[in-house]
């Protein structure tokens, strides 16, 4: 008997006649050939498949007592020499059956083709989704392992770039948990292995003897390995590590067709470790960044009271444009020097610029006593550099005297600071001056005031007076209403009025848009003035 695809299907299709008792009334040629044994006369349970049987004895079954439509009717299949047919009926007056049977073969595995794709596809876009979802490499590995060990094998190792001598391993086994580790090996010791982490391409799996798979690499109570695929996962430039499949005895090797898609799993696998190690290495570089960029924490320094409040103009951000800094003196009983400032514009831009006008500041510290020398200093910086931003400033030289606080004042562009004496009444200090970082030459006059104990000096940003608020929202918060508040803050500490004035503000506020705010207080404390302690850093205090 020769093989159904000797057949020429193509010119007519096997068919046979049958009556209602099954048996066979006649057939054509192509039939003959591809059913020898079906002779007319002879029965169709005797000569013929049995699912082709079987579909002749239902055929005279009304279609309501088979439980479905006539329009929902499939066609019976089934295997003959190798090959799937569709059976389609056609009923004569006569009772008779013709059975054309159609070679079904190359649509069923077209289809099923299709449908693996299918399945793969969308494997691959879960993966994806599930990979992007978190910026975490530790999550990143976890979920590489865990989906390639419920999908591509029995067991999956995703392995790292070594950190120094140890090589981080995330193992999963299929239907268990991820679980972490580090390995003290050589990766050159496994073939593939050393190649993958180094971005080459993958050594193929027939290449790879499994009996020579190291003991750290197979899990425990796993069994013998079968099969292996070590493929690279590859990132932005560098590898992001090495994604090693392990087959059980018990499971198929793997074929070459699933080598080249667990190499597509990887590709997007190693992309979303690679992002997850970028974004973790600039979120450090960030926070380095971040930690010079905000504004340091006041205490009390040589005597003086000082206390500060910041709040970017966006919640999600922690650094702006408004800055402020408190500089204790070199030498004990001279002047601490604070600078409060508000840089054009807000965002990270101004917060490089904002850095940048405070080192300047801080190297210009030897000249702290001549403010205006301070501000040409920092003006001409500014106007060499290749920001076109401008910046108000304001600065006070504040020194403990006995029971009092002098004060010596000098404002750039800025508003000028307010004094709230004992008694409640708030003054302006009588300073005013060029901004600096607009134009060549800047002007400035410097004013002296002595605080007496419980009074304070409050410096701000306009973010806090410009904050629009009120019962309609379009009220700016204003510098009368600040006087106000501020005048039932007399005797307050340093800490009190500028969280006070902080919270005010935000309410004000609400949930509206707002610029950068930032407000400095400087008081003469109700307590005996003690020398500082040694050391002259940011947030110095006394005791």
Known sequence: MGSARDFPWGSAPPVLVADSRGALVQRNRVAAALLPQALPGSLLRDTVPGWLATAHRTQSLPARRRGVSDQEAQPPTGMIEG???????????????????????????????LHMEQE????????????????????????????????????????????????????????????AGQESVDPSAVPGLGEALRGFPPVPSRWIDPAAAPDWMVPDGFGPVTSIVITPLPGH?????????????????????????????????????????????????????????????????????????????????????????????????????????????KGLEAAVLTGKIRNTL????????????????????????????????????????????????????????????????????????????????????????????????????????????GPLGDTLFGEERLKRALSKCAGMPAEGIAEHIQMLASQWLGSRRHDDMAVVVISAPRTRHLSALPGHTRGGFTR
């Open 362 to 469: 801080h190297a210009l510290l030897p000249l702290a006593n001549d403010h205006q020398r301070v501000l040409d200093l920092l003006n001409t910086a500014m106007l060499s550099s290749h920001h076109t931003r401008y910046a108000t400033l304001v600065l006070a030289s504040a020194v403990r005297q006995g029971n009092t606080v002098a004060l010596k004042v000098t404002s750039a562009g800025h508003p000028p600071p307010l004094i709230v004496r004992a008694d409640g009444t708030v003054e302006v200090t009588d300073t005013r001056g060029t901004l600096v970082g607009a134009v060549p030459r800047i002007s400035s006059c410097t004013a002296a005031v002595t605080l007496a104990v419980g009074e304070a000096c409050v410096l701000y940003t306009d973010g806090i007076t410009e904050a629009k608020g």
């Open 120 to 179: 793969r596809t969308a494997f691959l876009t879960k993966a994806s989704n599930t990979l992007l979802s978190s910026l975490n490499l530790g999550r990143c590995m976890d979920v590489t392992a865990q989906l390639a060990a419920e999908s591509l094998a029995d067991a999956a190792l995703v392995i790292a770039p070594a950190r120094g001598r140890h090589l981080p391993v995330v193992r999963c086994v299929r239907g268990s948990s991820p679980a």
């Open 237 to 345: 430039g560098v590898p992001a590590g090495a994604l090693v499949l392990l087959r059980k005895a018990e499971t198929a090797a793997f074929s070459q067709e699933e080598e080249v898609f667990a190499r597509l799993f990887a590709a997007r696998a190693g992309a979303a470790m690679s992002a997850a190690r970028l974004y973790a290495e600039q979120s450090a570089i960030t926070e380095v960044l971040m930690r010079e960029l905000l504004p340091p924490t006041l205490h009390q320094i040589s005597g003086v009271d000082f206390a500060g409040r910041y709040r970017p103009s966006a919640d999600d951000e922690r650094i702006g444009g408004d800055f402020y800094d408190v500089h204790p003196a070199s030498v004990e009983g001279e002047a601490s020097l604070v600078t409060l400032g508000d840089v054009c514009g």
């Open 83 to 113: 090959r799937r047919f569709e059976a389609h009926p056609s009923v004569h007056t006569d009772g008779t059956v013709a059975w054309w049977l159609v070679d079904d073969t190359d649509h069923q595995l077209t289809r099923e083709a």
